[in-house]
DNA sequence: GTTGAGCGTT
């Protein structure tokens, strides 16, 4: 009968449970549904403290003793991770997700959710120029009676307007809209539960650095290194609830113990740390986009290509 | 004349 295996994508998180076959084996592909991209599993061995690799025979894993216990098992990913986009070990749940963000290089159109009725396609399109260059803005209307529907879909020329408009919350006529990927189902949270406060940083460790570490937990959308350096950084996660699993934990980052903490301080943190200087951290820094955006130079992380 | 999640008459 099935049993359920806890696996983690990394070795202090949270696990999930992941169901074996009849025959106790863990099939490849249901890893890789949970994990796109992922290759391999470990675990720590109590006893030694060594980690082991768990045995992979014909796209199905293999416990030791026939039996997967109470360990936390935790994902292997290719060791080139700068994998080829067309890796035949990449399904292609994992390239679609990845397309619609990380590696897209191309502005595409965007959906704008929420329009007031009463916008119309000159003052919206006026509203996303101040991001970019606009190649199309329209508004879909009811084609009897022209009532706006209250969406419509903008594109700009270029990546850098559409990443500034994808990080960010719009408020457009008075009402607050989104604005998305078509059909992603992947809305785009409020910047404010994505930012990380990277505190008692060091010289050493670059935006570089900082991008490659998070990026092992999600997308990192930007890393923000004030210069001159002042011992803090910014880091954008895309997802708010990997970002608050990462808040308030102490993070060793080429051997430097960092802390990360929320970056819009509740206000009992601001009389703890801030204060002193007069406003809080995340009046420091303006929001938006730093470095890493799909445009122009490429920024650190991750392999692309 | 109202409304508030959705996915586009080319």
């Not at 060594?50 to 045995?55: D, L, S």
């Not at 960092?258 to 703890?272: F, G, I, L, N, T």
């Amino acid at each position: 009968m099935a049993q359920y295996i806890q696996i983690a994508e990394e070795e202090n998180e949270e696990p999930i449970e992941v169901p074996t076959e009849d025959d106790g084996t863990l099939l490849l592909s249901t890893l890789c549904a949970q994990f796109p991209g992922s290759s391999g599993l470990k675990y720590r061995n109590p006893e030694t403290g060594t980690v082991r690799g768990v045995r992979l025979l014909d796209g199905r894993f293999h416990s030791s003793e026939g039996l997967w216990g109470n360990l936390v098992y935790v994902v292997v990913f290719p060791k080139d991770n700068k994998r080829k986009m067309d890796d035949g070990l990449e399904n292609s749940l994992a390239k679609t997700k990845r397309l619609e963000s990380k590696y897209r290089t191309t502005p595409s159109d965007l959906i704008v959710l929420g329009l007031p009725w009463k916008s119309n396609e000159e003052d919206t399109k006026q509203y996303f120029e101040q991001f970019g260059e606009v190649v199309l803005c329209q508004i879909k209307k009811d084609f009897k009676t022209g009532q706006s529907k209250g969406y419509g879909f903008v594109r700009f020329a270029d990546m850098e307007g559409q990443n500034k408009v994808l990080s960010q919350r719009h408020c457009i006529e008075g009402r607050w809209c989104e604005v998305r990927i078509p059909n992603s189902r992947e809305p785009n949270y409020p910047i404010a539960l994505r930012k990380l406060f990277v505190g008692r940083l060091t010289e050493d460790v670059s935006a570089e650095d900082l991008r490659t570490y998070f990026s092992k937990f999600d997308e990192v959308t930007d890393v923000f290194v004030p210069k001159p350096f002042r011992g803090f950084a910014f880091v954008t996660m895309v997802h708010p609830e990997v970002a608050a699993k990462l808040i308030d934990e102490d993070h060793i980052i080429k051997g430097i113990s960092v802390h990360v903490s929320s970056a819009e301080p509740k206000q009992k943190d601001k009389e703890r740390f801030g204060g002193g200087g007069g406003r809080g951290r995340f009046d420091d820094h303006r929001g938006g986009w730093h470095d890493g955006h799909q445009g122009g130079g490429m920024g650190g992380g991750q392999g692309q290509n």
